[in-house]
């Protein structure tokens, strides 16, 4: 089953480029030094006489491949050659201050002045440096880019200092390195009660996973209490732990000991005497839907003014509904997919524009079984992406309300006709 509906997206004239990207990635092994170059594009204003440039700008970055959140790890950059080509000789003390976005957080590296000799038509060429940058915290499991955001150079001339300023076209750049973030240890938890109910004298099979091998206990609690009722059981190297215990006492949860909460609800039947009256209640499944079906209101991006470079425009898409309430263990997962930027009544067309998105999902209901995630930053096509999901809870129950919406981005080309576009953003639920 799935459910779509569609979101306008108008974009004024204008133009723009696209620099929405990020991953999720597991970190295993020893982590080793990777060395990135990537050609920036940059816009560099220099002091006067100097005229400033634009042009290519290749960042050649050596990262560690691994870490944890919180590392502070080193850095080496090298800025390449700059567009920026002095008009006169010189000899200047140079320092380089090197503004990277290191995921979420923006971080300066500084480099150790450089005594340098300009020399007149000969592009200036700072010499590589290293410092260190901080991993964020909350990084844990993903891969974490780093992007250029500013480029300063002080040049000192006989105590006069004079800065030559690079942006990167767009800001911030396509990622220059990437650091993979170790995710957490994953805690013991009690999976699964086979049966989860009983008389006195049942025999209950206890699962679990993330144990270390070996032998195991169980346990039978009552009000946060132990009974006093314990089993035996082993975990294999795979982590996966099977404990056998006979439930005689009233109990209402039973765990592996070791596993942390929520343990795994159990229902003690005492047998009463009398005339028996069963009691049948139906649940029948809701629907998984997103909403609203008629659409949202057109995303309004305002407008841009062509000066013959590409430009960047954001906004933010109006939050979606997501309810599921099929009662069972499904997972789902929201996906996007857009038409081309058009102009119906004029015939015109933007075929290089590029929208992107760096997706958000939150619970709205405090009851809901389920959480979810946010899918990856990054450009929306015709091929479907992954918006974001809710995990299929192999034995437990899932489901919810959730709340999906995102920052949006635009990327235009220099050059195109002066028009009002649009695109029609579809978003679908499987």
Request: hydrophobic share 40%.
């Amino acid at each position: 089953m799935s459910t779509t509906f569609r979101r306008r997206v108008l974009a004024g004239t204008g133009a723009l480029s696209l620099a929405l990207t990020g991953a999720v990635v597991g970190l295993s092994g020893t982590a080793q030094a990777a060395t990135k170059t990537t050609p920036v594009q940059v816009d560099c204003v220099a002091p006067p006489p100097q005229a400033g440039a634009s042009g290519i700008q290749n960042y050649t970055v050596t990262l560690p491949d691994g870490a944890k959140a919180g590392d502070v790890v080193p850095i080496t950059i090298d800025p390449g050659a700059s567009p920026v080509v002095p008009g006169f000789s010189v000899t200047t003390v140079n320092t380089s201050k090197i503004t990277l976005k290191v995921g979420s957080t923006t971080q300066t590296v500084v480099s150790p002045p450089e005594t340098v000799s300009v020399v007149a038509g000969q592009p200036l060429d700072p010499a590589p440096f290293s410092g260190t940058v901080k991993i964020p915290d909350g990084s844990e499991g993903t891969t974490v880019s780093v992007a250029l955001d500013l480029a300063v150079t002080d040049a000192n001339l006989g105590g006069s200092v004079f800065t030559t300023t690079c942006t990167p076209n767009p800001r911030p750049s396509a990622a220059v390195g990437s650091v993979a973030v170790e995710a957490l240890p994953k805690d013991p938890v009690t999976t699964k009660l086979t049966p989860n109910s009983g008389k006195a004298g049942q025999e209950v099979v206890v699962t679990g996973a993330n144990f270390p091998a070996g032998a195991v206990t169980c346990s039978a609690l009552r009000n946060g209490t132990p009974t006093g009722e314990t089993g035996s059981g082993t975990a294999t190297a795979a982590g996966v732990a099977t404990c056998n215990i006979v439930v005689n006492l009233a109990a209402d949860e039973i765990k592996i000991d070791g596993s942390i909460t929520p343990y795994k609800a159990y229902v003690f039947i005492v047998d009463q005497p009398g005339v028996k009256n069963p009691v049948d209640v139906e649940v029948l499944p809701g629907p998984l839907a997103i909403g609203p079906q008629a659409g949202n209101p057109a995303v309004d991006f305002g407008k841009v003014t062509i000066n013959g470079k590409a430009q960047s425009v954001v906004g933010q898409f109006t939050a979606m509904a997501v309810q599921d309430f099929r009662g069972g263990t499904l997972g789902w997962d929201v996906s996007a997919t857009r038409t081309p930027f058009l102009n119906e009544a004029t015939g015109h067309s933007m075929a290089k524009a590029q929208l992107g998105i760096q997706p958000t999902c939150k619970v709205t209901n405090a009851d809901s079984p389920s959480t979810c995630s946010a899918g990856a930053p990054g450009a929306i096509s015709d091929t479907p992406m992954k918006i974001a999901s809710q995990a299929a809870g192999g034995d437990d129950l899932t489901g919810g309300e959730f709340e999906i919406g995102g920052a949006g981005m635009i990327h235009l080309p220099p050059f195109m006709f002066a028009d009002t576009y649009q695109s029609v953003v579809t978003f679908s639920i499987a």
